[in-house]
């Protein structure tokens, strides 16, 4: 590691340090190349050497709709500590399917 210029100024009543730093990175052993697009109906379609691989999105709309009918209600009802508990949830939901998928993308190509 190798370290560079380095510079102390102040932002918003804040110090802040801007440090370079230049490190020795050993290369990547793998040789595949994937593309990677992102999008609401389908959450990722992957092209990794001629292959693709669709992830429909149609149950993360379901479980987006689900819960905001269910804020609709609870907003009526005055539940507001139901509603943040939920945002939560859902929040924890998409979270997970995020990982599974990119964990399958991984492990596909």
Sequence with gaps: MKQGAAKLY?????????????????????????????????????????????????????????YNSLRRRMGRAKALKAIRNMKVKEARWIRNLDHQISRQIVNWC
Excluded at 13 to 42: E, S
């Design 10 to 66: 102040e932002k918003r009543g804040r110090w802040y340090l801007a440090l370079a730093i230049t490190v020795q990175v050993t290369a990547c052993v793998g040789t595949k190349v994937a593309g990677i697009d992102l999008g609401l109906r389908n959450l990722a379609v992957v092209n990794c050497e001629g292959k693709t691989l669709f992830f429909s999105g149609a149950h993360a709309t379901y479980v987006r709709r689900h």
